[in-house]
């Protein structure tokens, strides 16, 4: 006999309780829920209205893009408006999550990216599309080539390198912990490269945390983080120091995608035994948090988040 049906008190809880990849963003969040109902005008008018802020662009689509039926409603706009490169690229992202979740062939998720790519030459989005696929289905060699296409569009951006430090620290997974590990060299060169005022700077920590996620998951690192000698570590210190002290000075609260930074330095700051500067942390991020590196190696992101936050906060 098949369980009953969860209540609908609990599904709602565990809907509150996910990570909303949309942050802080309210005017993504209305524009989402409109998506949802079918009615893509105000992701026309968010899309057009977020122009060539590339950070802002990638991450607003994407987000559009991983509703479950925002490929048809983006169908729906392309009918409407056949020339929208914003139709485009929310279908082709849309395309790609779909060939993720494995109701997509990949080839027509490329496809649909380079469609998306070629009416609008200097859009990276398309481009984050292809990479966000080829980072889980693809080869290294191809995500690297799909990097570059990115950084030839816009240099710094946030969400890309963030794809591609993930995808370099799965390389010799089993090879046991390495504080020379080539993910270290990458995130280094291009938080150096970087403008001082970039997010980049967080680079070596997230670097650090995705470390862990493929160490741990290979048997060598505790499931508990803040258990792991990872966080203790000369290069881990060298790591937390030199972001922290960055974070402290750094005064662009509005890029899009900040909170996922914070997250993981207060994940780092949590796992290092520094309290009062995760609380520090935590009293920005609110409730905002985000599901990497909080569900690393394998773990529930809003109970490790609560946990980490409460006894941070000193309200265990």
């Known amino acids: 006999m098949s369980p009953p049906p969860p209540s609908l008190g609990r599904s709602r809880r565990r809907a509150a309780q996910a990570p909303d990849t949309a942050l802080d ?14 009615r893509w005008q105000a992701a026309r008018t968010l899309l057009t209205r977020t122009g060539d802020d590339w950070d802002s662009r990638g991450h607003r689509v994407a987000v559009l893009a991983a509703e479950p039926y925002s490929d048809a409603w983006a169908r729906d706009w392309l009918l409407a408006e056949p020339e ?14 779909r060939a993720l979740r494995g109701k ?16 609008a030459p200097a859009d990276p989005t398309p481009w984050l599309g292809l990479l966000m696929l080829e980072r889980t289905l ?13 950084r030839a569009r816009y240099a ?32 280094n ?24 996620r493929v160490l741990a998951a290979a048997g060598h690192e505790p499931a508990d983080p803040a258990g792991s000698g990872h966080w ?8 937390m120091k030199a972001a922290f002290d960055w974070w402290l000075e750094w005064e662009h609260e509005g890029h899009p ?30 409730e905002h948090l985000t599901a990497a590196p909080w569900s690393y190696p394998d773990r529930d992101p809003y109970t490790a988040f609560r946990a980490a936050r409460d006894n941070a906060l000193g309200t265990a």
């Open 104 to 119: 997509e062939k990949p080839v027509r998720a490329r496809e649909a990216c380079l469609a998306a790519a070629a009416p």
């Open 156 to 187: 710094d951006h946030h969400h890309a390198h963030h794809l591609m430090i993930a995808r370099i620290a799965e390389r010799r997974a089993c090879s046991g912990p390495d504080p020379l590990h080539e993910v270290y060299d990458f995130a």
């Open 84 to 97: 929208s490169a914003d139709a485009r690229v929310l279908l082709a992202l849309a395309q790609v999550q």
């Open 257 to 286: 995608r900040r909170l996922v930074d914070l997250n993981f330095l207060a994940h780092a700051k949590v796992c290092e035994g520094r309290g009062a500067e995760a609380a520090a942390l935590f009293h920005r991020i609110g």
């Open 25 to 38: 963003d309210t005017e993504l969040v209305a524009a989402r829920a409109a998506l949802a109902q079918g």
């Open 189 to 212: 060169e291009w938080a150096e490269r970087a403008p001082a005022d970039s997010p980049l700077a967080i680079l070596p920590v997230v670097a650090h945390a995705e470390r862990y």
């Open 232 to 239: 203790s570590g000369r290069r881990a210190r060298q790591v």
């Open 138 to 150: 693809g080869t290294e060699a191809e995500a690297a080539r799909l990097f570059e296409e990115v």
